[in-house]
Nanobody
Framework: QVQLVESGGGLVQPGGSLRLSCAAS????????MGWYRQAPGKQRELVAT???????NYADSVKSRFTVSRDNAKNTVNLQMNSLKPEDTAVYYC??????????????WGQGTQVTVSS
């Protein structure tokens, strides 16, 4: 059974930095994509950043130039370096791992979420 375990959330002041990490276990295959989503109170879950096994990245416009996603394919880990954090970045951050069975059929695995709070 695949499990994703996140770490690294917490409270940080505006302008500060945090690094989130996620480790996938229980998988005998590699994930086509891994990444991070977030959900703020009263809002829908949204994409933050993803990275494919080949290293291609995709970022939400709101985090471009501030956040950096990286992964280690051999270890099935994905990290999110968050710099210049803003109060609007406050949310629960979820790790995601995706398998593309065929282009029209994907399977997503999710972590339990880690809270990031940006406040003075």
């Amino acid at each position: 059974q695949v499990q994703l375990v996140e770490s690294g959330g917490g409270l940080v002041q505006p302008g500060g930095s945090l690094r989130l990490s996620c480790a996938a276990s229980g998988s005998s295959f590699s994930f086509n994509a891994m990444g991070w989503y977030r959900q703020a109170p009263g809002k829908q879950r949204e994409l933050v950043a993803t990275i494919t096994s080949g290293g291609s990245t995709n970022y939400a416009d709101s985090v471009k130039s501030r956040f950096t996603v990286s992964r280690d394919n051999a270890k099935n880990t994905v990290n999110l370096q968050m710099n210049s954090l803003k109060p609007e970045d406050t949310a629960v951050y979820y790790c995601n791992a995706r398998i593309v069975v065929v282009p029209t059929l994907t399977h997503d695995y999710w972590g339990q979420g880690t809270q990031v709070t940006v406040s003075s």
